[in-house]
């Protein structure tokens, strides 16, 4: 076995997977949805138009780029027969003096799965909307969700394939695939009509299709040609950094080296990067603190062991400005782009309209969002981070009391998950949102179950979809 030593790359691999993602995306096309259109609603209940988003946020501070050579701490890389293993010397560095980083594996999480469960979510906004009748927040018409599933002439997924389809006023909205070959549209969202016609690949392999909303649930279109494998994976940490994440941001910062490394073993052709984005509110020390993608992971969790929680005061924090500021990350077009907002408060009611703005986009942009609720969360909170997971085609994490660890965790508004320890949960989302499967935690991976869980989906009696 031959060992080789070397500075920079994935450099000590040293991150805690604290509670990642958030978004990305470009100026919105022409006929696109926009922040000020009128909102969806499922029946009984007719959600009010949202507002025009207000003025645009100042303007941010450049994206700090690190790399070996611009980082103060030099992280050394053993790698070992092609695989990318940190050095058992590399530690993260302390929170602060006096402070020693906790153990890793101890916070517990669950997550949950709304486009696997379409009723239940349809019947969940229906309630929100009625308890919060003043509130303008943002969803998708899971009822009626219609998937594309496309694959090659061996029947693997296809991803990165663009899907077009016709809307009623005659306009076009273009998607792409993720990893799994899946796009999936949102008849009310996405504008519609009675009928719809799909065009999926470009030029001669183009195949073309017509959808009927409402009736249809899963396309299943085959190209010509091989699929390609993932060759790149990006990933933005968006993380709260107001003081009541304080507990959270500690233990995410021990979680992050495990997880990384697990999701750089179990794809070792994969180029992956990972960026930075922490962030607190208008009138705290700072508001957004950016850095930019870079393959040495090590460098990504010098600057996040430095970074403490404080300031807030207030229960919502400028999750607008973060996500902003994620639109104007370098996302690469050929990866797998992950988005992992770790957050404990929604955006300020007047911002709520530019944080969907920005959800759509990075859906446009095939960013798959992963929210991740930590402690203190309440319903809005919870509403709107389960729009931006469902909208993307991701899922929606939550931290929970099995730990001990943090603030009480408010129970989530679903009817079935399974609790685990959040570093595997977290690798296993990554690992499911490259490999293009949903990867389940095994019996002794699971701490305890609630509801009727099957593999994400929740067997109970209730309305059908539709």
């Known amino acids: 076995m031959t060992i080789q030593r070397r500075t920079g790359g994935w450099a000590g691999l040293g991150l805690s997977l604290s509670a990642l993602v958030i978004v990305s995306g470009c100026a919105p096309l022409e006929g696109e949805d926009r922040a000020d259109a009128p909102l969806p609603s499922p029946p009984p209940y007719v959600a009010p138009p949202m507002a025009p988003p207000p003025p645009p946020a100042p303007s941010r501070p450049a994206i700090v780029g690190l790399t070996a050579s611009s980082r103060e701490d030099s992280v050394d890389e053993i790698v070992v027969s092609a695989s990318r293993i940190p050095p058992a010397s590399a530690s993260p560095v302390p929170p602060g003096p006096g402070r020693p980083m906790p153990q890793s594996g101890i916070l517990t999480a669950g997550d949950y799965d709304d486009l696997l469960n379409p009723a239940l979510y349809s019947a969940y906004v229906g309630r929100q909307l009625q308890d919060q009748a003043n509130s303008r927040l943002p969803y998708v018409d899971t009822a009626r969700a219609v998937t594309i599933r496309v694959t090659d002439v061996r029947d693997r997924p296809m991803p990165f394939v663009e899907v077009r389809a016709t809307r009623a006023d005659g306009t076009t909205i273009s998607l792409r695939t993720v990893a799994d070959g899946a796009v999936t549209l949102f008849p009310a969202l996405d504008g519609l009509g009675e009928t719809s016609r799909i065009t999926v690949g470009s030029g001669r392999n183009a195949v073309t299709r017509t959808l009927t909303p409402g009736q249809d649930r899963v396309l299943e279109v085959r190209l010509a040609g091989t699929a390609q494998a993932v060759q790149a994976f990006d990933l933005l940490l968006v993380i709260d950094a107001t003081g009541s994440m304080s507990d959270e941001m500690n233990y995410l910062k021990s979680e992050l080296t495990s997880i990384m490394a697990a999701v750089a073993e179990r794809h070792p052709g994969v180029d992956i990067r990972i960026g930075l984005i922490v962030y607190r509110d208008v009138g705290d020390d700072y508001v957004v603190r950016q850095f930019g993608f870079t393959g040495n992971v090590g460098a990504i969790q010098t600057v996040l062991a430095r970074q403490d929680a404080g300031g807030g005061g207030d229960y919502p924090e400028a999750v607008d400005q973060a996500m902003a500021t994620a639109l104007d990350f370098p996302w690469r077009e050929d990866a797998v782009k992950a988005l992992m907002l770790v957050a404990d408060a929604p955006p300020h009611d007047d911002r709520i309209g530019q944080t969907w703005a920005t959800t759509l ?83 002794a991976e699971v701490i305890r179950r609630v509801g009727p869980y099957d593999r994400g989906v929740c067997n109970v009696p209730g309305p059908k979809a539709g």
């Not at 203190?376 to 991701?394: L, N």
């Not at 009480?408 to 595997?424: F, I, N, S």
């Not at 949960?425 to 499911?432: A, K």
């Open 361 to 443: 986009e990075a859906r446009r942009e095939r960013i798959q969002i992963v929210p991740l609720a930590a402690s203190g969360v309440a319903d809005k909170a919870e509403f709107v981070m389960r729009a931006m997971a469902a909208a993307t085609q991701s899922r929606y994490l939550f931290l929970t009391d099995d730990s001990g660890v943090g603030l009480p965790h408010d129970t989530p508004e679903v009817k079935c998950y399974a609790v685990t320890r959040l570093d595997g949960l977290v690798r296993r989302v990554l690992d499911s949102l490259i490999s293009g499967r949903r990867i389940e935690p095994t019996e």
